[in-house]
């Protein structure tokens, strides 16, 4: 990983200790997998300038708005304080300024789809990668505990809502690499709870 990546992520990591318990390894998962996408969709064009940043500083805002982050004011919250953190991060790394811009609109707006909004992911791919990859991290095997139990569902009950989430039909997978490694972690959870 890049040096400026790791610079951003220093900063970030304390604000994440400070918010969800699971936010640590999910930034962590989301770095590497971030990496094998822009290293496998090379000819997509997906530029890890505004990747690696937006998936390191995308959740940072859950360390001023704290509370269930499926409710829609902590996610609004979320959302505003992290793009207000992700200025002041990307401003003490020197990060250049018209890259740092976009990162910050898209921290401030990434789970807009929460309030019915969809397009805004197939108009920008990085936006739909971050997605994709948030999405995922819910089907792997700390990912998929951890939301069970913020959403206060059974094993069989997490299957059904990532099998059945609005996601896939709303905002359908923007590459190939985030598909399949979303049918991976999925077919894991489901082997293990339905032995099928």
């Keep these: 990983m890049k040096e400026i990546y790791n610079q951003i992520w220093a900063l970030a990591k304390p604000l994440y200790e400070e918010g969800r318990p699971m936010d640590v390894e999910h930034i962590e998962w989301m770095m590497e ?40 004011d902590i996610r609004r919250a979320h959302m505003i304080a992290g793009g207000k953190i992700a200025r002041e991060i990307l ?8 890259k740092a811009e976009k990162i ?32 995922t991290w819910m089907a792997t095997p700390k990912g998929f505990r951890e939301t069970m139990k913020t959403l206060k569902k059974s094993h ?11 996601k896939l039909t ?19 959870r489901r082997k293990e709870i339905l032995g099928a």
């Excluded at 971030?34 to 530029?47: F, H």
């Excluded at 789970?111 to 990085?126: E, L, P, S």
């Excluded at 490694?181 to 077919?187: A, I, P, R, S």
């Design 33 to 72: 997998s971030a990496l094998l996408v822009c290293e496998k969709e090379k000819k997509k064009n997906i530029d890890d300038s505004l990747l690696l940043p937006l998936v390191i500083l995308h959740d940072v805002g859950y360390s001023e708005a704290q509370g269930n982050p499926f409710d829609f």
């Design 91 to 98: 401003q003490d790394v020197n990060y250049p300024e018209d």
């Design 104 to 135: 910050i609109y898209y921290v401030s707006a990434h789970d807009i789809w929460a309030f019915g909004y969809h397009k805004i992911y197939k108009t920008y791919k990085v936006l739909g990668v971050l997605n994709d990859l948030d999405y």
């Design 156 to 166: 069989r009950r997490m299957l059904e809502y990532l099998e059945n989430n609005e």
């Design 170 to 188: 709303n905002r359908p997978f923007s590459t190939r690499t985030t598909k399949n490694l979303y049918e991976k972690y999925f077919g894991e």
